[in-house]
């Protein structure tokens, strides 16, 4: 059984910040990739940020690069997302996802199991 638990997620206005956690837990591979989604209302849950299991590779979409910052700790199995200078248009329920691969990915089909999500509402 492997478990994600997103936490952090919140109301914050535009020009503020936050910062999302996963916590992973269960069945634990020697190596795997996680990831970033998030689905706003009537869209497609899209790609946000990935990262590989040394953390030495990290892919961005295009339109959080340079305000969101993907990193994790493999010895809390923990990973993070720092999100700064928010913008309405970030305001989204956020996925963690885990890939049984240690090469991270930007597509949504590559990963096996997804957590429950967190909200995250920016005002502007």
């Known amino acids: 059984q492997v478990q994600l638990d997103e936490s952090g997620g919140g109301l914050v206005q535009a020009g503020g910040s936050l910062r999302l956690s996963c916590a992973a837990s269960g069945r634990t591979p020697s190596s795997y990739a996680l990831g970033w989604f998030r689905q706003a209302p009537g869209k497609e849950r899209e790609f946000v940020a990935a990262i590989n299991w040394f953390g030495t590779i990290k892919y961005y979409d295009d339109s959080v690069r340079g305000r969101f910052t993907i990193s994790r700790d493999n010895a809390k199995n923990m990973l993070y997302l720092q999100m700064n200078t928010l913008k309405p248009e970030d305001t989204a329920v956020y996925y963690c996802?885990?890939?049984?691969?240690?090469?991270?990915?930007?597509?949504?089909?590559?990963?096996?199991?997804w957590g429950q999500g967190t909200q995250v509402t920016v005002s502007s």
């Open positions: 996802a885990r890939r049984e691969s240690g090469s991270a990915s930007k597509l949504r089909e590559e990963y096996d199991y």
